[in-house]
């Protein structure tokens, strides 16, 4: 049972590096989200998908874009990294259909430990 | 005044103590209550999801929560050194899918053998 997988687990890049952290989820929901976590700060959202089809920007998005690409698929692309993006990212997926209330919990990924030069 | 906040301890208890862990926050709006548990270089993992006021118990977990002085809780009874990890206290208002969720920076539990 995989729930939530996010590769890769560890990056080191260099200022202005681009890369793409993949995530995909096996628990047929619906909506994903990107995270980042930094020390006394707790998690803070930076894209959401509500739904396969549709992005939109959390918190924090300056600096970072994402592909829903299909159901099960999320990913986060860094076009130009910055030593501001060295974080631990996690990947998090929850349900939300008709037959359930909203604000159903989410379930995470191990995250990716990203350190930026 | 960040929106949710927690105290990062770390917090040191003996195995077999009962544990309080506790989150508070500054939104009335909030309806959903959530405890999370992170082991080191893992994500976090539901512990407790609570909807409005009360108690909830699951095995050696109780969550409360206390809308009036907008305080939750959580507890754990005879307490492991399996149960060292980081405690997430999570919560959100109604409506949207979850993009509406306020984390505090977690506390940080070890339980000593």
């Known amino acids: 049972n995989a729930g939530v997988t996010q590769t890769p687990k560890f990056q080191v890049l260099k200022t202005g590096q681009s890369m793409t952290l993949q995530c995909a989820q096996d628990?047929?929901?619906?909506?994903m989200y990107w995270y980042r976590q930094d020390p006394g700060m707790g998690l803070r959202l930076i894209y959401y998908?509500?739904?396969?089809?549709?992005?939109d920007k959390g918190e924090v998005p300056n600096g970072y874009n994402v592909s829903r690409l299909n159901k099960r698929e999320f990913s986060l692309r860094l076009e130009s990294a910055a030593p501001s993006q060295t974080s631990v990212y996690f990947c998090?997926?929850?349900?939300?259909?008709?037959?359930?209330?909203?604000?159903?919990?989410?379930?995470f990924g191990d995250g990716t430990r990203l350190s930026i030069l | 005044q960040k929106e949710v906040e927690q105290d990062p301890g770390p917090l040191s208890v003996p195995e077999g103590a009962i544990v309080s862990l506790n989150c508070t926050y500054s939104?009335?709006?909030?309806?959903?209550f959530m405890w999370y548990r992170q082991y080191s270089r893992k994500g976090p993992e539901l512990l407790m999801y609570?909807?409005?006021?009360g108690n909830k118990e699951d095995g050696r977990f109780t969550a409360q929560v206390d809308k009036s002085s907008k305080y939750i809780s959580l507890f754990i009874r005879d307490s492991q050194p399996s149960d060292s990890a980081t405690y997430l206290c999570?919560?959100?208002?109604?409506?949207?899918?979850?993009?509406?969720?306020?984390f505090g920076p977690g506390t940080r539990l070890s339980v000593l053998p």
């Open positions: 628990m047929n929901h619906n909506s």
């Open positions: 999570a919560m959100s208002v109604a409506g949207g899918y979850g993009q509406n969720f306020v």
């Open positions: 939104n009335s709006a909030f309806q959903y």
């Open positions: 998908s509500a739904s396969e089809g549709t992005t």
């Open positions: 998090a997926s929850s349900y939300s259909g008709t037959n359930r209330p909203r604000n159903q919990p989410q379930h």
């Open positions: 609570t909807y409005s006021s």
